[in-house]
């Protein structure tokens, strides 16, 4: 397992509403383990906003399947993955942090065989400092590729296989997250907010999340699809 991040988790951002029927699957015992998993959903809030100041929540009866989280638990998804590290480690796989995959490699008959690390001390110009270290070539049977949505072997890959050839074309969205402390009376562990409407126009697909976790802290954020006609509408403001 290459991870470039330097501890496993480190790129995973994401304040998360987390169904557990994988983990369980993976880990039957993974309460009895310590998995972070522990902010079970206690309601799910989804609310129309209509101006800065006024909204009107949606009754449960048109809120669609996908936004009831019963038996859903509240969680930082980097500290679950840093805990399923731990968990792999245990298993016997090998764990590489602080190592990109820079290249793919492929055998005689064009076949994945594996990838390799990029070079490590490498100077802004190209050369080689005292401290450099070449890649490592990774060599296995199978090759699972976890890069996100547009990773440079992913699009590589994409392009050399067809592998969306029949496929509709990707839609893609920003989101936009941060982690607030609260004041104590204003949080309620378990707590799941999803907002549509305001600030965004009518034209415009996107809406706003807001998760109470545990520690008075809520993971709030945006997220809008790139596909807006709008070239003044700024996501981040």
């Not at 790129?11 to 972070?36: C, M, Q, T, Y």
Request: aromatic content about 10%.
């Amino acid at each position: 397992m290459v991870e470039k991040g330097a501890e496993f988790g480190a790129h995973i951002l994401s304040g998360n509403v987390f169904e557990p029927r994988g983990l369980a699957e993976l880990f039957p015992d993974w309460k009895e383990k310590g998995a972070p998993v522990t902010t079970g959903v206690v309601r799910d809030d989804v609310y129309y906003m209509t101006s800065e100041h006024k909204a009107t929540r949606v009754p449960n009866l048109f809120v669609t399947r996908s936004l009831h989280n019963e038996g859903n638990y509240v969680i930082s998804l980097g500290r679950l993955v840093g805990w399923m590290a731990e968990q792999a480690e245990e298993l016997g796989v090998n764990l590489f942090p602080g190592y990109a995959a820079a290249e793919v490699l492929y055998d005689d008959a064009g076949h994945v065989r594996g990838v390799a690390t990029g070079d490590m001390g490498i100077a802004r110009d190209g050369s080689e400092k005292p401290s450099h270290e070449p890649g490592y070539e990774l060599i296995g049977r199978q090759t699972i590729f976890a890069e996100g949505c547009r990773g440079s072997l992913g699009k590589e890959l994409i392009a050399r296989f067809n592998l969306d050839e029949a496929s509709d074309p990707q839609h893609y969205g920003i989101g936009l997250k941060e982690v607030w402390e609260i004041d104590a009376d204003k949080h309620e562990p378990g707590v799941v907010v999803h907002t549509l409407g305001w600030p965004l126009p009518s034209d415009t697909e996107g809406g706003g999340f807001l998760y109470h976790a545990e520690n008075n802290q809520v993971y709030l954020g945006y997220i809008i699809a790139l596909d807006y006609t709008n070239p003044y509408l700024s996501p981040f403001d």
